[in-house]
């Protein structure tokens, strides 16, 4: 079975810094592309982040120069930096990835969220 667990989440001011984590475990015998999505009260999810397994990174133009997606391919960690951060920041964080089990079988797995509020 694989999981993926998020960390790092919090109550931040405008203008400071948080550093998300997310961790798969489990049967993994490969994973691709890595997302962080992020979700806010009444809004549709959407993508802020990605990055393969090579390191090339894509990001939404809201988070572009502010955030930064690396990733440690022998952890089977992702990280998601966020700097600068506005109120409109505000939402739920998730870590999404493409994972191969150990029996071959790919699929996107998610993370169970986490709360990243930016106020004042």
């Known amino acids: 079975q694989v999981q993926l667990v998020e960390s790092g989440g919090g109550l931040v001011q405008p203008g400071g810094s948080l550093r998300l984590s997310c961790a798969a475990s489990g049967s993994i015998f490969s994973i691709n592309v890595m997302y962080w999505f992020r979700q806010a009260p009444g809004k549709q999810r959407g993508l802020v982040a990605s990055?393969?397994?090579?390191?090339?990174?894509n990001y939404a133009d809201s988070v572009k120069g502010r955030f930064t997606i690396s990733r440690d391919n022998a952890k089977n960690t992702t990280y998601l930096q966020m700097n600068s951060l506005k109120p409109e920041d505000t939402a739920v964080y998730y870590c999404?990835?493409?994972?191969?089990?150990?029996?071959?079988?790919?699929?996107?797995?998610w993370g169970q969220g986490t709360q990243v509020t930016v106020s004042s």
């Open positions: 999404n990835a493409m994972i191969s089990d150990l029996q071959g079988y790919g699929r996107s797995y």
């Open positions: 990055i393969t397994r090579g390191g090339s990174t």
